[in-house]
């Protein structure tokens, strides 16, 4: 492994409160839940057809206020704890 890329790991991991190994393991699961989604995105694009120019923009403005959401909550959360 890249010595920067092991010592952003280890940097990322301590920030988290995790393991190394923790901290690899949980990017590894985001990362599958990632490419299942996408697959699924796909094979429904296969079965239905493509997504429309304004389904795309719904779901990009859903998923705008779902990160601004949790970012929030993260926020409460670190005020609450620290």
């Known amino acids: ?3 920067e890329l092991d010592a952003e790991i280890a940097a990322a991991a301590a ?12 990017t ?7 490419r299942a989604g996408l697959a699924a995105v796909s094979q429904f ?8 120019a304004e389904e795309t923009a719904d779901a990009d403005a859903w998923a705008a206020r ?3 959401r949790s970012g929030r909550a993260r926020a409460s959360a670190r005020r609450r704890s620290g």
């Open 15 to 26: 920030e988290a409160g995790l393991s190394y190994s923790a901290w690899l393991a949980d």
């Open 45 to 52: 694009e296969q079965d239905h057809g493509a997504f429309t």
């Open 66 to 68: 779902a990160i601004d």
């Open 1 to 3: 492994m890249p010595p």
């Open 28 to 34: 590894a699961r985001k990362e599958f839940v990632v």
